[in-house]
């Protein structure tokens, strides 16, 4: 329905149970509101290696070639996300999962955010500009807790802000956060790595 209309806020009420979902949710529409404290989304055991949540990213329908749509002002704000990672299929094909991938997305918000058991936790990748993550803690992940990729493109993932994030309480990973290559202006204040094992690195 807030797809249908353009717009609109979407609310996870509070319960002690887990919203299981058996796919993705995708967001592909303007000035949507993903609003849930106190509740917890969960990708169910068995599911695959998916993305919890997908912020813009590829439009269906449209060839290789053809020029995808900007998603903007999105907020995602207060709800836990269990990527269930280490209860999916393992084989290396296909998607690294995430717990949530944004990508030709502007204007995005992600506020006091959850995430855990996940591949990945929070990655901005091409396409993504103007973007703020504030008080958002990952947990128990196995590659990169957060990261900003422009995919070798200079400039195609500009003005990323992380703000009192947290990379925090892993067995194993391979680092805290990641900044690659086409990334520019990232910008990070008052974020914490800690307690993170493997080989892992902060950065």
């Excluded at 309480?169 to 900044?179: A, I, N, S």
Aim: proline letters at 3%; glycine letters at 14%.
């Amino acid at each position: 329905k807030a797809a249908e209309v353009g717009a609109g806020k979407i609310i996870f009420p509070p319960t002690n149970k887990a919203y299981l979902v058996s796919d993705t949710i995708y967001v592909r529409s303007d000035y949507i509101h993903l609003y849930g404290p106190g509740a917890t989304i969960k990708l169910k055991a068995n599911a695959g290696r998916m993305d919890v949540i997908t912020v813009g990213g590829h439009i269906p329908g449209l060839g290789a070639g053809a020029v995808k749509r900007v998603i903007e002002h999105v907020k995602i704000e207060g709800l836990v996300i269990d990527g269930s990672y280490r209860s999916q299929p393992q084989q290396r094909k296909g998607n690294n999962p995430r717990g949530l991938w944004s990508g030709n997305a502007h204007h995005v918000l992600l506020k006091n955010l959850t995430f855990r058991d996940t591949f990945c936790g929070v990655t901005f990748g091409p396409g993504s500009r103007n973007c703020d993550t504030i008080d958002v803690t990952v947990t128990n992940w196995d590659h990169d807790a957060f990261g900003a990729s422009g995919r070798g493109l200079d400039g195609g993932c500009t003005d990323i802000r992380f703000i009192r994030c947290k990379a925090i309480d892993t067995l194993k990973c391979v680092k805290g956060w990641e900044v690659e290559e086409g990334a520019a202006r990232i910008y990070l204040e008052d974020c914490l790595i800690e307690n993170i094992g493997g080989t892992g690195t902060g950065f």
